[in-house]
């Protein structure tokens, strides 16, 4: 995989409205992002800060009221093994499926000044795994199945500052309800190293080993 394009510091202020499916008030929020010449990206919600840094791979969460940086690496999970399946065992339940992703493009745009360019995420969900089927009985007829209703689908459209490479307006909407995100973009100077640091007087907060294998 080649590595991204270097991308100019930036920062955005955002603002997120989420109004979910079950009803009641939409729920907002606040936060800010900012973005090193190199790469490292902080985001501040709260009394919480996310920093990511891609030449060493690893994601620290600062926690502002108990004063720790949690570091966990950034690197993908491994893919599932398949487990072996007894011979003459019962009949087992198939591995759910994982979702399926589409991408379309929707163009060009502009929003507030900003020259974007827009993609839609389409997130199928996984198929629910299928019950086992009973032993069939010469003389005796199946079941009826009961018919599945299919599960909506998670749709996230992005649009994102072509010149700043932040995103602009992201609006999601799925079983959930609907969250939409817009965030205003500004080129800056390169932001002190220190904010993508651990901050004086708090705690390291390191992952656990890996188990050994029994």
Do not use: N
Request: glycine share 8%; hydrophobic share 30%.
């Amino acid at each position: 995989m080649l590595p991204s394009p270097p991308q100019p510091p930036a920062c955005a202020d955002c603002q997120t409205t989420t109004q979910y499916a079950q009803g009641g008030a939409p729920q907002l929020s606040a936060s800010r992002m900012i973005r090193s010449s190199d790469g490292k990206m902080r985001i501040d919600t709260g009394a919480t800060s996310v920093i990511t840094d891609p030449s060493t791979q690893q994601a620290m969460v600062l926690d502002h009221v108990k004063k720790t940086a949690s570091i966990m690496p950034m690197q993908p999970a491994p893919p599932q093994l398949a487990m072996p399946q007894p011979g003459a065992a019962a009949p087992s339940m198939p591995a759910p499926t994982m979702p399926s992703v589409g991408v379309q493009d929707l163009g060009k745009g502009l929003i507030d000044g900003h020259a974007v360019d827009g993609k839609r995420y389409i997130v199928q969900p996984p198929s629910p795994p299928q019950p086992p089927q009973a032993p069939q009985v010469p003389g005796m007829p199946q079941p009826p199945q009961i018919p599945q209703k299919p599960q909506a689908p998670t749709v996230a459209d992005v649009w994102t500052s072509t010149s700043l490479g932040l995103p602009v307006l992201t609006k999601v909407s799925g079983p959930f309800g609907e969250q939409t995100c817009y965030c205003k973009p500004a080129a800056s100077g390169e932001p002190h190293p220190a904010l993508f640091q651990i901050p004086p007087g708090y705690t390291p907060v390191m992952p656990p080993p890996p188990a050994a294998p029994k």
